[in-house]
């Protein structure tokens, strides 16, 4: 069962249960997406009925951040731990690259696609990264052509958000690959354009820090944060006190 944070259901995975499902998604027939929802795309959502739909469509949806962990503890209903977008993407390479799978990426400036490429062909032996695509497109019509050419097993779409989800809904009837993940900056992470936090900075799970730290003009998205832990508050206390929707309140 999803556990419900804030009007976006997240599913209940440790990383390697995230990855052993997603490998799971890749062998079955079909068209499947995952999303990685953090503190700043629930908040999104919440005004977004659009994104809101392409995130419930998801056979996937991961916690992205310590933030989303945070507000299902004080929603009493807590989830494993985070799974960043990131990482999952990693953890099925991995795998992928072990029986010689493929992807191709999709996003980020141009040039840095083809960086991460050569990084991460690299890191995992293996793995066939078939195509390169910078996210800097207007019609998505020849870009879905040219990933059908070659039917990756895995597509990493890395357009921001609201974008990235916006347009893996839309474009999901039309393409050919078995999973696609909604991955925000990750190719910039892979390619090397930007830092990622030490391992300690992470296992303290500071990484948001971190990333403040290396660009600051993230300042303006990260005031969402408190806005969104306070939300987490508002609703608890709603909760206890009876008052959700088609409830009674409890005397
Ligand atoms: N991006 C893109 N096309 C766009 C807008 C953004 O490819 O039209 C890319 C951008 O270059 C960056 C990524 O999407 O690589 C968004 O990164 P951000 O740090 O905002 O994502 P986060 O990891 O915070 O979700």
New binding site residues.
């Given amino acids: 069962m999803r556990i419900d944070v804030l009007g976006v259901e997240f599913d209940p995975v440790t990383m390697d249960e995230a990855v052993d499902r997603g490998m799971a998604l890749i062998r079955t027939p079909g068209v499947h997406t995952v999303v990685t929802p953090?503190p700043e795309i629930v908040m999104l959502c919440r005004e977004d009925p659009e994104l809101t739909q392409a995130v419930r469509g998801a056979d996937l949806v991961l916690p992205d951040g310590i933030g989303v962990v945070y507000a299902a503890r004080i929603l009493r209903r807590p989830l494993p731990g985070k799974v960043p977008g990131a990482d999952f993407a990693e953890g099925i390479m991995a795998r992928l690259a072990r029986q010689g799978g493929s992807v191709y990426l999709l996003?980020?400036?141009p040039g840095?696609a083809e960086t991460a490429a050569d990084k991460l062909a690299l890191k995992y032996p293996g793995l066939r990264v078939v195509g390169t695509q910078?996210?800097?497109f207007t019609d998505s019509r020849p870009v879905v052509e040219r990933i059908n050419a070659v039917s990756p097993d895995f597509l990493l779409v890395?357009?921001?958000?609201p974008?990235q989800e916006k347009w893996m809904r839309e474009n999901a009837d039309r393409l050919s690959v078995r999973l696609m993940a909604g991955l925000?900056?990750?190719?910039?992470v892979y390619a090397g354009a930007i830092p990622r936090a030490p391992k300690l900075w992470r296992r303290l799970n500071l990484e948001w820090l971190y990333r403040l730290l290396k660009q600051p003009s993230r300042i303006g998205r990260m005031i969402k944060l408190p806005r969104f832990i306070f939300a987490a508050l508002r609703q608890r206390r709603r909760e206890k006190q009876g008052k959700i929707e088609g409830e009674e309140p409890k005397i």
């Fill in positions: 953090n996003g980020a400036k840095i910078d996210g800097y890395c357009l921001g958000a974008k925000g900056g990750s190719l910039d």
